[in-house]
């Protein structure tokens, strides 16, 4: 009788540690799907109307100094901080301007620093980063 009841014991043991087991998984579970895990976008996002309007966000972007809208191209003047950041991210902002710019406009955009064409964004050749001379070599024919 004893045996007996020892192996009943140690499976009713067994039984409740698999329980409790399961109840921790499960209660694991239900507060990481039921959590708001959902975090800002650190992306910058224009006030209400902005998006639009390329005249307006380049007056919100701290990158550009200065831009020219009265001709045909948009003529878009950088600070070091646009001229610093990832290539990857200078073309989705010239990207971004050309798309706002051209819906209105037949023209493409051109990104200067310090007077210097940088970039530009056609409708024909897309975007364009200006290449820059070897270090070795020398613009002066000689």
């Given at each position: 009788?004893?045996?007996?009841?020892?192996?009943?014991?140690?499976?009713?043991?067994?039984?409740?540690?698999?329980?409790?087991?399961?109840?921790?998984?499960?209660?694991?579970?239900?507060?990481?799907?039921?959590?708001?895990?959902?975090?800002?976008?650190?992306?910058?996002?224009?006030?209400?109307g902005i998006s639009e309007d390329v005249e307006q966000q380049l007056k919100y972007d701290a990158r550009?100094?200065?831009?020219?809208?009265?001709?045909?191209?948009?003529?878009?003047?950088?600070?070091?901080?646009?001229?610093?950041?990832?290539?990857?991210?200078?073309?989705?902002?010239?990207?971004?301007?050309?798309?706002?710019?051209?819906?209105?406009?037949g023209g493409g955009v051109e990104v200067q620093h310090d007077g210097n064409k940088v970039a530009t964004?056609?409708?024909?050749?897309?975007?364009?980063?200006?290449?820059?001379?070897?270090?070795?070599?020398?613009?002066?024919?000689?």
């Amino acid at each position: 009788m004893k045996k007996r009841a020892r192996r009943l014991f140690s499976s009713m043991t067994l039984v409740r540690r698999a329980l409790c087991a399961f109840a921790l998984c499960l209660a694991l579970f239900a507060y990481g799907c039921g959590s708001d895990s959902y975090q800002a976008s650190s992306t910058a996002t224009y006030p209400t109307g902005i998006s639009e309007d390329v005249e307006q966000q380049l007056k919100y972007d701290a990158r550009v100094d200065s831009f020219d809208a009265s001709g045909d191209n948009l003529v878009v003047n950088v600070n070091d901080g646009w001229l610093n950041s990832p290539p990857g991210m200078q073309e989705r902002s010239v990207g971004q301007w050309y798309s706002s710019w051209h819906v209105n406009h037949g023209g493409g955009v051109e990104v200067q620093h310090d007077g210097n064409k940088v970039a530009t964004w056609t409708s024909d050749k897309g975007y364009r980063p200006e290449t820059k001379p070897r270090s070795g070599e020398s613009s002066a024919e000689g």
